[in-house]
């Protein structure tokens, strides 16, 4: 027969183990919960990580993009202000040359073809002005008297130009305020867009050969 001390510690027992389960299960949970807890922070931490380290990136990114983009333009200017330079320097080159040609008997024969071409475009053979330059208004200026007189013109007064004309003429007819530009200076005016786009071809080709 069970005494009442034996019933109590059985009592007691089935107590604490109940106790213990419930315990232990709690525990479980909750430290369950915690590691839920700590990996979904981990995660989180992780994210930011991830997140901070694209947007770190993102901003180089941005900021070596823009000095790249900064570099090429620079660049490009010095490229476009050494090709302006090549072209002012070529342009120095034309005019240098011609003024080394004026100096020459084939000059005088180019004079004489410009007068007379440009003479036979005057409509009125009285009342013409020609302007010239300084050095045509100390070497050639009689020639080109000569010239004029030969062709039937009349009341020719020659001057010296007041720009730099380098070579040729300018023929004014006063009665109908016509301008003739026969002079050296805007041959080369005109022949400018095309010089600098010979230049330029030509270096894009040296650019393209050396890649």
């Not at 009442?4 to 919960?33: D, M």
């Not at 570099?71 to 090549?86: A, C, D, S, V």
């Not at 041959?187 to 393209?208: F, T, V």
Request: aromatic share 6%; proline share 0%; glycine share 4%.
């Amino acid at each position: 027969m069970i005494t009442i001390e034996e019933k109590l510690n059985l009592f007691s027992k089935h107590v604490f183990e109940e106790i213990r389960g419930t315990s232990e299960e709690k525990i479980r949970k909750i430290e369950q919960h915690n590691k839920e807890q700590m990996d979904a922070h981990r995660y989180k931490i992780e994210q930011e990580k991830k997140s901070y380290a694209e947007e770190v990136i993102k901003k180089e990114k941005e900021k070596n993009d823009k000095q790249v983009s900064q570099k090429k333009g620079q660049i490009k200017k010095e490229i476009m202000l050494e090709k302006n330079r090549l072209f002012n320097k070529l342009i120095e080159d034309i005019e240098n040359k011609l003024t080394i040609f004026i100096t020459t008997n084939k000059y005088k024969n180019y004079l004489r073809n410009i007068v007379e071409n440009g003479l036979k475009e005057m409509s009125n053979k009285n009342n013409i002005e020609v302007k010239i330059s300084k050095y045509d208004m100390k070497n050639n200026k009689e020639d080109i008297k000569t010239i004029i007189l030969d062709n039937g013109f009349k009341n020719i007064n020659i001057l010296e130009s007041g720009e730099d004309i380098i070579g040729g003429m300018i023929l004014f007819d006063k009665s109908n305020r016509a301008i003739l530009d026969l002079s050296l200076l805007d041959k080369l005016e005109q022949n400018k867009e095309y010089i600098g786009k010979m230049l330029y071809e030509a270096l894009r080709e040296g650019e393209e050969s050396e890649k």
